[in-house]
């Protein structure tokens, strides 16, 4: 049976998660679905006092909960409940929101707005929210009526008691640009706190690692090229430790009297961003930070993204597929000496 245990074994768990065992590499990982999309976890050396199936279910269970917080596709979630309110008075939320929140509106200032989760009401009128739409460009009054409820400014956070206050009953709070990075973040957390020091966290592309892979050697990360299809990698990265996360308008857009439209919204015209086949690619500590810092930095577009990241050192990498190849553009912190291909 050393056969049997040196290959991968798959035991699917309640129907949802996927776990894999490869014994002789040290490696077990799990996968499922979560928040429209796929995650992968990988953990090298699990501690010998921790069961798999009881680590899955405690990984969904943390996935489920996320979700319950943050999501704008769960009528019942928290943020749902927050943005159905039309109070204009404080109101009580959970301290794990007001942790997302004020993040976000953190890198909303440094961004200067290119990030804002009150562009929510935008992105549902542009169809790229949780309801189905027709796909369509909305009409100039539209656009103006939904302006006016988007601004970060307009959006007051108290920490204790932890609360929110909107300034506009109506406005609604899209957290689809930073949750993911959180999710990973709580899942990386919670991996720590039971001494697993090598492990890898995805959640549809926004990653943490920590430590080695199964050969004893730096997590590969891979980048796509931003065009549609079929994902490809464009570079390899290696990493030991952080975050990485990658906005881009390549996967999720729609066509309209050819035009391209794309699911990043720009708050301050209304409109997607430019369609450009693009992305770009932000390091730092925490998956939250990187994942909303994708995004503001794919709205500034590559000039503007460039000179902040190298403002506030922010490790970016633009990538561009033309039809000439890929261009790739990226601030002096991004460690291109880690690139491998
Ligand atoms: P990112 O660049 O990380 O984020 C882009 C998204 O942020 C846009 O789609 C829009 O929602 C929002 N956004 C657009 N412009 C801006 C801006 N200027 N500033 C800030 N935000 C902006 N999808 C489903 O189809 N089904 C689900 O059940 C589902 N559940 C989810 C649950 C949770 C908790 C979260 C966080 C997301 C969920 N999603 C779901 C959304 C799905 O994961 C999104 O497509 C995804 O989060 C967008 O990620 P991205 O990496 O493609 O783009």
């Keep these: 049976m050393n056969f049997i245990s040196t290959l991968a074994i798959l035991v699917l768990l309640n129907g949802l998660i996927g776990c894999t065992q490869d014994s002789k590499n040290h490696l077990i990982q799990f996968n ?35 979700n319950h917080l ?75 009526a939904a302006k006016q409820k988007v601004n970060f400014e307009l959006l007051d956070i108290r920490d204790s008691p932890p609360a929110l206050k909107k300034e506009q009953g109506d406005m609604y709070l899209d957290l689809s640009g930073i949750g993911k990075g959180y999710g990973v973040d709580q899942i990386a957390e919670l991996l720590a706190s039971k001494n697993i020091h090598n492990y890898l966290v995805d959640i549809g592309g926004e990653e943490r690692i920590k430590g080695h892979n199964s050969k004893d050697q730096p997590w590969k990360i891979a980048i796509q090229q ?9 570079y390899t990265l290696e990493r030991t430790s952080g975050a990485i996360a990658t906005s881009g308008d390549y996967q999720n857009y729609f066509d309209y009297k050819d035009n391209r439209y794309g699911h990043i919204i720009n708050p301050k015209t209304g409109w997607p961003t430019p369609y450009q086949s693009a992305s770009v690619t932000v390091l730092s500590t925490t998956a939250m930070e990187a994942d ?43 460690p291109y000496n880690k690139i491998l291909k």
Excluded: C
């Design 292 to 334: 909303a810092l994708a995004t503001g930095l794919y709205v500034l577009g590559i000039d503007k993204a460039i000179a902040l990241a190298e403002q506030s050192q922010i490790p970016a990498l633009f990538i561009i597929q033309s039809e000439q190849g890929i261009q790739k553009q990226a601030s002096s912190y991004f």
């Design 32 to 66: 499922g679905s979560t928040m429209g999309t796929r995650y992968t976890i990988k953990i090298i050396d699990l501690p010998s006092n921790l069961n798999p199936d009881t680590l899955a279910k405690e990984i969904t269970q943390q996935l489920k909960s996320i």
């Design 70 to 144: 943050l999501s704008t596709y769960q009528a019942d979630s928290e943020l749902s409940q927050f943005n159905q309110n039309p109070s204009t008075d404080w109101i009580s939320v959970s301290s794990p929101l007001v942790t997302v929140i004020q993040k976000a509106q953190e890198i909303s200032a440094l961004t200067q707005g290119a990030f804002d989760i009150t562009v929510g009401v935008l992105v549902n009128l542009w169809g790229f929210g949780p309801h189905l739409y027709q796909p369509s460009i909305p009409t100039p009054a539209q656009i103006q």
């Design 226 to 234: 931003p065009r549609a299809g079929i994902p490809k990698a464009a």
